[in-house]
């Protein structure tokens, strides 16, 4: 390992992709950049009434080019010091492509068709198809499909989304050759070369939310997907068989890539793989830590020997694949569907007079500006006022439960509210939920018998706000260390790409090496420890009384 070697990792998130230049030797960052997507800013595409969250490529294909092009012109290294790249994306989010792996909204005809576009994480149109997903493998007469991923298939991922397009647009269905997970999409564009069928897709993608499994030979077998649609068990062949760690080279940048971004044809892509996975290994995850990652919504992965699972089902999460974090042990996911989102929603309420009077006619940085004091202000307010049995009770249901046991029919709800409820108060109630919300997940894993000694926390939210830190805490009665990286998944990422590209011998290797340490630690309260224990059972009561009555029925 010499001073002058460089790896590059690419983290696409929800509203922006990240480019970093990291010194392989050292793990610091050299240079970064941030592309926010410009069609996905103005909300084309998207209808939240129904839940629609689509996303067009081109916002990637610009993002990832100009990143990177900015962070190599920022440092001024030799583009033969750049040894590998590797791509993190969310997900599950899928897109149709072509028999040449072109997404299809670059075809004549699907420009504007939002079913052709990359069908984000957050949409949740396909919760009829989940659904229909989850009978048959109960009853269908073979194996369940779903006990890899929690026993419960979600609307937010790959078989159920696809179920939903292809049906609800014939033109898609007809013409789909293919899809492919956002992750395997931005790495394909820069290594492929018109060949599809030997691409190596991500082990990562497939296993949590493909159903893929090495026990039953792949992605479930064309008799079960049949019984869905018999478009689904065609399309089985033209998926994949096998899978790839994150550490295994995807190809060299192809020869149209290599001109775009200014590097060599000889610059290693790794398999691309999940955001949160690789936030984990930019965070040093290690046996027995759950890595928190907090943003608009949170995942929560933890990764385990294989002789502690000895292939035992974990109930109600999002997943345990073999190598989807670090490659020899076992990944598991879990997560809640918002966590940020849950105060940004708070957030536009309260800001709907200025963008929406008329007479107002305010100037759209103002008003971006009150809606970004407002949240310090309440989150500052909010602190000074009492954990309480006399305030209001909230869940974090404002985009259904990811885990534990998926359910996105599921609503948030909002008690105790009096003449004197005032913002601040809701939106402590609203922070206590997040945090209700993410002690279910931990409450889940230590009933099925993971353990969780250590508890790390990457994110925006993780970083911003040491409110809703030491908030949680309190209610996990855990320390909770926050890690330097203000990148965690491109670090991770690029972490990955120093293995592929030979300049580590494992990725627990590039992680010692290359981790950027810790920054804080918050402590539990004993005083508020216990208010909270109180006051978690009340999230408990109102969470169930609103799964009874309310699931599943039109109000």
Request: charged content about 20%; hydrophobic content about 40%; aromatic content about 8%.
């Amino acid at each position: 390992m010499t001073s002058d070697q460089f790896v590059i990792g690419l983290d696409f998130g929800t509203d922006s992709v990240r480019a970093v230049l990291i010194a392989a030797d050292s793990g610091k960052t050299i240079s970064s950049a941030v592309h926010w997507y410009e069609r996905w800013k103005a909300g084309m595409y998207c209808d939240p009434v129904i839940n629609q969250f689509r996303q067009h490529p081109l916002d990637h294909i610009e993002g990832m080019e100009q990143t990177i092009g900015q962070i190599l012109k920022q440092s001024q290294v030799n583009p033969r010091q750049v040894k590998g790249i590797c791509i993190d994306t969310t997900g599950s989010s899928p897109v149709a492509v072509d028999s040449s792996g072109i997404p299809l909204c670059m075809s004549e005809g699907f420009e504007e068709n939002p079913n052709a576009m990359v069908i984000l994480w957050k949409d949740h149109t396909s919760t009829a198809e989940a659904d229909e997903i989850n009978h048959q493998a109960r009853n269908w007469g073979g194996d369940d499909y779903t006990k890899f991923v929690g026993g419960i298939y979600s609307s937010e991922w790959f078989w159920a989304k696809i179920l939903h397009i292809i049906r609800d647009d014939q033109s898609v269905r007809r013409h789909a050759h293919s899809w492919m997970e956002h992750c395997d999409l931005m790495t394909y564009i820069l290594v492929g070369k018109n060949d599809l069928a030997q691409f190596k897709r991500s082990r990562c993608a497939a296993g949590h939310k493909a159903m893929w499994h090495p026990s039953w030979g792949g992605l479930p077998p064309e008799q079960f997907l049949q019984q869905l649609d018999p478009d689904l068990a065609s399309l089985r062949s033209r998926l994949y068989q096998d899978t790839f760690t994150s550490d295994t080279v995807a190809g060299t940048l192809n020869a149209e890539w290599s001109e775009r971004l200014g590097l060599t044809q000889e610059t290693i892509v790794s398999v691309g793989t999940f955001d949160a996975h690789a936030g984990a290994v930019g965070a040093e995850a290690e046996e027995f830590t759950l890595v928190r990652v907090m943003g608009t919504s949170t995942c929560d992965i933890i990764v385990s020997s294989e002789s502690a699972i000895e292939q035992k089902p974990v109930k109600g999460i999002c997943g345990q694949v073999d190598g989807s974090v670090i490659p020899g042990m076992i990944g598991l996911e879990a997560g809640q569907s918002a966590f940020g989102d849950v105060l940004a929603w708070f957030s536009d309420l309260l800001s709907w007079p200025i963008r929406n009077i008329d007479s107002l006619d305010l100037p759209d940085e103002f008003v971006q500006d009150i809606k970004e004091k407002t949240i310090v202000e309440l989150s500052k307010q909010a602190e000074q006022t009492a954990a309480s049995e006399s305030t209001p009770i909230a869940l974090d249901w404002v985009n259904g439960r990811r885990t534990p046991d998926a359910n996105q029919y599921l609503k948030a709800a909002i008690a105790n509210l009096s003449l004197g409820t005032q913002p601040p108060h809701i939106f402590r109630a609203l922070v206590e939920a997040i945090s209700f919300g993410s002690k279910r997940i931990v409450d889940r894993f230590s009933l099925e018998g993971v353990e969780i000694k250590k508890i790390v926390g990457i994110g925006g939210v993780a970083k911003k706000s040491a409110f809703i830190m030491q908030t949680l805490a309190n209610v996990l009665n855990m320390p909770i260390s926050i890690a330097v990286s203000e990148q965690a998944p491109a670090l991770g990422s690029a972490m990955y790409a120093a293995t592929a590209a030979g300049l580590y011998p494992n990725v627990r290797e590039a992680s010692k090496s290359m981790g950027n340490g810790f920054e804080t630690t918050y402590s539990p309260q004993p005083d508020q420890v216990e208010k909270y224990e109180k006051l978690y059972q009340n999230y408990l009561s109102l969470g169930s009384f609103i799964e009874e009555k309310f699931t599943n029925k039109q109000l």
